[in-house]
T-cell receptor
Framework: AQKVTQAQTEISVVEKEDVTLDCVYETRDTTYYLFWYKQPPSGELVFLIRRNSFDEQNEISGRYSWNFQKSTSSFNFTITASQVVDSAVYFC?????????????FGKGTKLTVNP | SQTIHQWPATLVQPVGSPLSLECTVEGTSNPNLYWYRQAAGRGLQLLFYSVGIGQISSEVPQNLSASRPQDRQFILSSKKLLLSDSGFYLCACLPQGSYEQYFGPGTRLTVT
């Protein structure tokens, strides 16, 4: 069965600090996708990134970067120079690539608070 | 791009009452549709998904049901609500040819 673990329940940092959110996953599939979503206080989930299991290149988008390591089944997310607007709950998710259903399995989320 | 609407935004219902939550999608055709529930302090749990009109798959046994009467309409229902049905319900859409699910604004349900 697929499983996503986000061991950090809550993280609090001061503005401009760098912060890394951890994500560890379990799957028996050889082809799968990994995702990060942001949930601001309004509640709506905002898609941040998708990675497929064959692409282990790290990705950077502005202040955001993602480190995918198959050897440790991890897909960590780093925010550089954090800002107050980054305060949100962040979810890591996993889906298989079979059957067309594209069901997502979510971790329990990490609540990030960035203080001014 | 697609837009997902959910109605109502908030709902307070007594135990034993019926439920109907609606999700409608604009800007895409024949998407996969999903209902997730987020209980307080917990992650998102997939409840139902649909790959087409009238096609519903249930992920978790419960007293909820789902229907897809039209291509871009997905409804979550219950005949008799339980206290444990309280939570934040999110509808999601997976457009044809895409791998990313996009989420609606959610409905916050409180069962009293």
């Amino acid at each position: 069965a697929q499983k996503v673990t986000q061991a950090q329940t809550e993280i609090s940092v001061v503005e401009k600090e760098d912060v890394t959110l951890d994500c560890v996953y379990e799957t028996r599939d050889t082809t799968y996708y990994l995702f990060w979503y942001k949930q601001p206080p309004s509640g709506e989930l905002v898609f941040l990134i998708r990675r497929n299991s064959f692409d282990e290149q790290n990705e950077i988008s502005g202040r955001y970067s993602w480190n995918f390591q198959k050897s440790t089944s991890s897909f960590n997310f780093t925010i550089t120079a954090s800002q107050v607007v980054d305060s949100a709950v962040y979810f890591c998710a996993l889906s298989d690539a079979q059957g067309g259903s594209e069901k997502l399995v979510f971790g329990k989320g990490t609540k990030l608070t960035v203080n001014p | 791009s697609q837009t997902i609407h959910q109605w109502p935004a908030t709902l307070v219902q007594p135990v034993g009452s019926p439920l109907s939550l609606e999700c409608t999608v604009e800007g895409t055709s024949n998407p996969n549709l999903y209902w997730y529930r987020q209980a307080a302090g917990r992650g998102l749990q997939l409840l139902f998904y649909s790959v087409g009109i009238g096609q519903i798959s249930s992920e978790v046994p419960q007293n909820l049901s789902a229907s897809r009467p039209q291509d871009r309409q997905f409804i979550l229902s219950s005949k008799k609500l339980l206290l444990s049905d309280s939570g934040f319900y999110l509808c999601a859409c997976l457009p044809q040819g895409s791998y990313e699910q996009y989420f609606g604004p959610g409905t916050r349900l409180t069962v009293t």
